[in-house]
C-alpha cells in the first residue's frame, strides 16, 4: 500500500507541474499551484470537483493532461505499469504481481496478469463505443474534431467515474445540463458510469459465466443486486422529491431521463443534468448517502462500496437474530471481512466529518454544502452545490486529503503508515464491558 499511496501521490505532483506550464492554460499563463494541485488531485483521484472550468480555463494540452490522469487514475497506475512491461516484453515478478493485485483487489494472485489484459481491453472496447455513441451527438454541434474530442473526452471521463467536462463552451461549470432530455447522451454516459462502477471482478465472472447468475461468486451476486436496488430505488425517490420541485416544468420522458441520471451519477461519477444546488432537501440528503456509499471494490468508483454496505447490514440483522456469522447465498462471510467493513465505514465517516468541521470552522458556509462537498471528496464524486470555488486554501486541502484518501480506500491509506507486526501467541484476560 506504500507504494500505491505513493504511486498516486507522484501522479498528482506530476500533473500538477504539467497544469503550472503556461502550454496548459488558454490565456498562456502560469496558473497557481493551489489550483493546479486541486485540480490535479480531483483527475488522478477521478473525482470531477474542479476550481476552475475545465473547458474554459484549460487549453487542449491542459485537458489532454487531465484526462490522461483519469484514465491512470481510473484503471490504476500498476495497470498501466503492466502495460508498459508488456510492451517492452520485459518479465512480471511475484513482487509486481502483488502490486497489481492490491492495486487492482483482485482475490487471487495467480492469473493477475491475464486479468490486467482482460481490463485493458475491456476497458477499449467500453470507451471505444462509448466515445462513438456520444460522437454521434456531438459532432454535429461541434463538427467533426471538435465532436470526436469531446466523445472520446466523456467517454472516458464516465467509464473512470470522474466527472470532468468539457461543456464549459455553453456555461461554465454546466456539465450536462444541456442534454436533460437526451436519451442517447442519457443512456451512454449512465452505461459507462455502470459499467466502470461494477469492478473488474464482476466483468470477469460475466465473461466467464455469460447470464448463468447462479455460477457467480457471492461477491458479484452481491454488487449487481445491490447496484441495481440503489439505481432503480434511488431513481424511484428522486422521481418522489423533485416532482414539486425540478421536474415539475418537465415532461414524463424528460423527468424519468433526470431522476434516473441523478441516481446513477451519485454513485461516484459527479455528472449533473440538473442544477444540483437548487435540489432539494430530501434529495440532497439522498445524493449525500448515495455519494458515501459509491460503487464497488475493484473498479474506477469511489466510496466506502456497496459490499461494505451490505456486509455491515447483515451484521447489523445477525446481531440483531442473535445468530452466528453471516450467511448470504448459502456461503458464509469471513469474519475478516467484518472488520474490514466497519473499520473503513467509521474512518470514512471520521475522515468527513472532520473535514466539515474544520472547514465551517474557517468559512462561513451552510453546514449542508460543506457537508455535501466533503461526501462528494470522500467519495470521489464530484458533485457539488456550488462552493468548490469559494474555499480557501486550508479548506481545499482538506477537501484533497479527502479525494486523496477515498480513491486509495481510507482504511488502505491508513494502513499504508503501519508496519507489519507479529501476531504475539499470548492472549490477555477478556473482560466484558457495557455497550449501547
Known sequence: MQIIALGFFLLIMGGTLLLMLPVSSRNGTVTPFLDCMFTATSASCVTGLVVVDTYTHWSLFGQIVIITMIQIGGLGFMTFGVLLAMAMHRRIGLRERGLISESLNAMQLGGVVGFVKKILIGTLIIEGTGAILLSIRFIPEFGLIEGVGNGIFHSISAFCNAGFDLMGKYEPYASLTQYSGDWLVNLTIMSLVIIGGIGFLVWD????????????????????????????????????????????????????????????????????????????????????????????????????????????????????????????????????AIKKASAVLCINLILSLGAVMLICTIQPLLLTDVMFEAMSGIGTVG?????????????????????????????????????????????????????G
Not at 439522498?286 to 473498479?299: C, Q
Not at 486554501?393 to 499504508?416: E, H, K, N, Q
Request: aromatic letters at 10%; charged letters at 20%.
Open 205 to 336: 465472472d460475466i465473461i466467464i459465466h455469460k447470464w448463468h447468475f447462479k455460477k457467480f461468486h457471492v461477491h458479484s451476486k452481491i454488487v449487481i443486486i445491490t447496484t441495481g436496488i440503489l439505481v432503480f430505488g434511488g431513481a424511484f425517490l428522486f422521481a418522489i422529491f423533485e416532482r414539486n420541485n425540478l421536474s415539475a416544468h418537465m415532461g414524463n420522458g424528460e423527468a424519468f431521463l433526470t431522476a434516473m441520471f441523478d441516481s446513477v451519477t451519485a454513485r461516484t461519477a459527479g455528472f449533473n443534468t440538473t442544477d444540483t444546488a437548487a435540489l432539494s432537501q430530501s434529495s440532497k440528503l439522498l445524493t449525500t448517502i448515495l455519494m458515501f456509499i459509491g460503487g464497488s471494490p475493484g473498479s474506477t468508483a469511489g466510496g466506502i462500496k456497496t459490499t461494505t454496505v451490505v456486509v455491515f447490514i447483515m451484521y447489523m440483522r445477525a446481531s440483531m437474530m442473535r445468530t452466528r456469522g453471516i450467511n448470504i447465498f448459502k456461503r458464509r462471510i469471513d469474519d475478516e
Open 383 to 435: 458533485m457539488t452545490t456550488g462552493i468548490t470555488r469559494e474555499l480557501l486554501p486550508v479548506s481545499r486541502i482538506a477537501v484533497m486529503i479527502l479525494m486523496y484518501c477515498g480513491r486509495l480506500g481510507s482504511l488502505s491509506f491508513a494502513l499504508s503508515f503501519t508496519e507489519r507486526k507479529k501476531i504475539s501467541p499470548i492472549e490477555l484476560p477478556q473482560e466484558k464491558i457495557l455497550v
